[in-house]
Nanobody, 130 residues
Framework: EVQVVESGGGLVQAGGSLRLSCTVS???????????IGWFRQAPGEEREGVAC????????FYSSSVRGRFTISKDNAEITVYLQMDNLKPEDTGVYYC????????????????????WGRGTLVTVSS
């Protein structure tokens, strides 16, 4: 059984930093398979949106325009763990952050592939106070 577990959320003041982790277990890929892992967030009353993603095959990364230059996504290849370093946080970054896994994505940028995710975690709450 595949499990996706996010951690690292919390309360931080504007301008502060947080580091989120997403650990994927029970997920198997063959030599010819590819996958991408993305961070998505959902603010109260809003739709879930893509924030950052990373592709396993070539390590390519993509960011939404709202976080580019402030957030950094990285991956630990020893385990399937993806990190999201969030710096210079703003109140508008508040929301529940989810980790999504897509196997063999059609393209590297999966920020808009919410309906194509094979697995989701339960999310971790990030609150940025002004």
């Amino acid at each position: 059984e595949v499990q996706v577990v996010e951690s690292g959320g919390g309360l931080v003041q504007a301008g502060g930093s947080l580091r989120l982790s997403c650990t994927v277990s029970g997920f198997t890929v063959d030599a010819y398979d590819d996958y991408a892992i993305g961070w998505f967030r959902q603010a109260p009353g809003e739709e879930r949106e893509g924030v950052a993603c990373i592709r396993d095959r070539d390590g390519s990364t993509f960011y939404s325009s709202s976080v580019r230059g402030r957030f950094t996504i990285s991956k630990d290849n020893a385990e399937i763990t993806v990190y999201l370093q969030m710096d210079n946080l703003k109140p508008e970054d508040t929301g529940v952050y989810y980790c999504g896994v897509e196997k063999n994505p059609a393209w590297a940028n999966i920020l808009y592939d919410l309906d194509e995710m094979n697995y989701w975690g339960r999310g971790t709450l990030v609150t940025v106070s002004s």
